[in-house]
Protein backbone atom coordinates (compact mmCIF):
# COMPACT_ATOMS: atom_id res chain seq x y z
CA UNK A 1 0.00 0.00 0.00
CA UNK A 2 0.87 3.66 -0.59
CA UNK A 3 2.37 5.26 2.67
CA UNK A 4 1.60 9.19 3.03
CA UNK A 5 3.95 11.66 4.64
CA UNK A 6 2.49 15.57 5.05
CA UNK A 7 4.37 18.40 5.31
CA UNK A 8 4.36 22.05 5.17
CA UNK A 9 3.12 23.01 8.17
CA UNK A 10 3.74 26.03 10.66
CA UNK A 11 3.15 28.62 12.17
CA UNK A 12 1.09 31.43 10.38
CA UNK A 13 -0.26 34.82 11.17
CA UNK A 14 -3.76 35.23 10.53
CA UNK A 15 -4.64 36.02 7.09
CA UNK A 16 -1.26 34.36 6.26
CA UNK A 17 -1.02 31.91 3.50
CA UNK A 18 0.12 27.89 3.79
CA UNK A 19 0.72 24.91 1.43
CA UNK A 20 0.65 21.46 2.35
CA UNK A 21 2.00 18.83 0.55
CA UNK A 22 1.36 15.12 1.16
CA UNK A 23 3.77 12.68 -0.93
CA UNK A 24 3.13 9.59 -1.69
CA UNK A 25 5.83 6.37 -1.14
CA UNK A 26 4.28 4.67 -4.76
CA UNK A 27 1.79 5.81 -7.86
CA UNK A 28 -1.24 6.96 -6.82
CA UNK A 29 -1.98 7.83 -10.66
CA UNK A 30 -4.54 4.83 -9.62
CA UNK A 31 -6.45 6.13 -6.29
CA UNK A 32 -9.46 7.70 -7.05
CA UNK A 33 -10.53 9.38 -3.76
CA UNK A 34 -7.73 11.15 -1.48
CA UNK A 35 -7.97 14.39 0.61
CA UNK A 36 -7.15 16.21 4.02
CA UNK A 37 -8.58 16.62 7.23
CA UNK A 38 -7.59 17.93 10.28
CA UNK A 39 -8.39 17.41 14.16
CA UNK A 40 -7.98 20.60 16.44
CA UNK A 41 -7.00 20.22 20.28
CA UNK A 42 -10.44 18.65 21.84
CA UNK A 43 -11.87 18.00 18.88
CA UNK A 44 -12.82 15.16 16.29
CA UNK A 45 -11.00 14.73 13.45
CA UNK A 46 -13.04 16.66 10.32
CA UNK A 47 -13.28 16.50 6.46
CA UNK A 48 -11.41 19.79 4.85
CA UNK A 49 -11.36 18.73 1.32
CA UNK A 50 -11.09 15.65 -0.97
CA UNK A 51 -10.69 15.71 -4.77
CA UNK A 52 -11.13 12.66 -7.06
CA UNK A 53 -8.83 10.85 -9.70
CA UNK A 54 -10.77 12.84 -12.62
CA UNK A 55 -10.00 16.40 -10.45
CA UNK A 56 -13.52 16.51 -8.96
CA UNK A 57 -13.23 18.54 -5.56
CA UNK A 58 -15.36 18.58 -2.26
CA UNK A 59 -14.96 21.19 0.13
CA UNK A 60 -16.16 21.93 3.80
CA UNK A 61 -18.21 24.73 3.77
CA UNK A 62 -15.62 26.25 6.03
CA UNK A 63 -13.08 26.54 4.03
CA UNK A 64 -14.60 27.35 1.22
CA UNK A 65 -13.19 29.84 -0.81
CA UNK A 66 -9.81 30.05 1.14
CA UNK A 67 -8.40 26.35 0.69
CA UNK A 68 -7.66 24.21 -2.51
CA UNK A 69 -6.79 20.44 -2.92
CA UNK A 70 -5.15 19.77 -5.90
CA UNK A 71 -2.96 16.30 -6.99
CA UNK A 72 -0.20 15.60 -9.13
CA UNK A 73 -0.02 12.37 -10.03
CA UNK A 74 3.24 12.71 -12.22
CA UNK A 75 4.96 13.68 -8.72
CA UNK A 76 2.59 11.18 -6.28
CA UNK A 77 1.50 14.14 -4.44
CA UNK A 78 -1.33 15.95 -3.33
CA UNK A 79 -1.67 19.90 -2.11
CA UNK A 80 -3.88 21.81 -0.16
CA UNK A 81 -3.11 25.36 -0.45
CA UNK A 82 -4.84 27.50 2.51
CA UNK A 83 -5.41 31.29 2.35
CA UNK A 84 -6.87 33.43 4.28
CA UNK A 85 -6.19 31.33 7.60
CA UNK A 86 -8.01 31.95 10.46
CA UNK A 87 -7.23 30.91 13.79
CA UNK A 88 -9.57 28.20 14.26
CA UNK A 89 -7.76 26.69 11.43
CA UNK A 90 -5.14 25.72 14.03
CA UNK A 91 -5.39 21.58 13.93
CA UNK A 92 -2.97 18.79 12.77
CA UNK A 93 -3.74 18.48 9.16
CA UNK A 94 -3.82 14.27 7.60
CA UNK A 95 -4.23 13.55 4.39
CA UNK A 96 -5.53 10.20 3.64
CA UNK A 97 -6.63 8.46 0.53
CA UNK A 98 -9.44 5.69 -0.05
CA UNK A 99 -8.91 1.97 -1.58
CA UNK A 100 -10.74 -1.02 -1.30
CA UNK A 101 -13.41 0.69 0.73
CA UNK A 102 -10.64 1.64 3.35
CA UNK A 103 -9.25 5.36 4.78
CA UNK A 104 -5.30 5.20 4.59
CA UNK A 105 -4.19 8.33 6.67
CA UNK A 106 -0.55 10.26 7.24
CA UNK A 107 0.77 11.18 10.30
CA UNK A 108 -0.17 14.26 10.04
CA UNK A 109 1.67 18.20 9.85
CA UNK A 110 0.58 20.90 12.70
CA UNK A 111 -1.15 23.86 11.39
CA UNK A 112 -1.09 27.25 13.93
CA UNK A 113 -2.77 29.90 13.24
CA UNK A 114 -1.86 33.10 15.46
CA UNK A 115 -4.40 35.96 16.05
Known amino acids: QVQLVESGGGLVQAGGSLRLSCAGSGSIFSINVMGWSRQAPGKQRELVAS???????NYADFVKGRFTISRDNAKNTLYLQMNSLKPEDTAVYYC?????????WGKGTLVTVSS
Open 96 to 104: YYIWGGRRY
Open 51 to 57: ITSGGIT
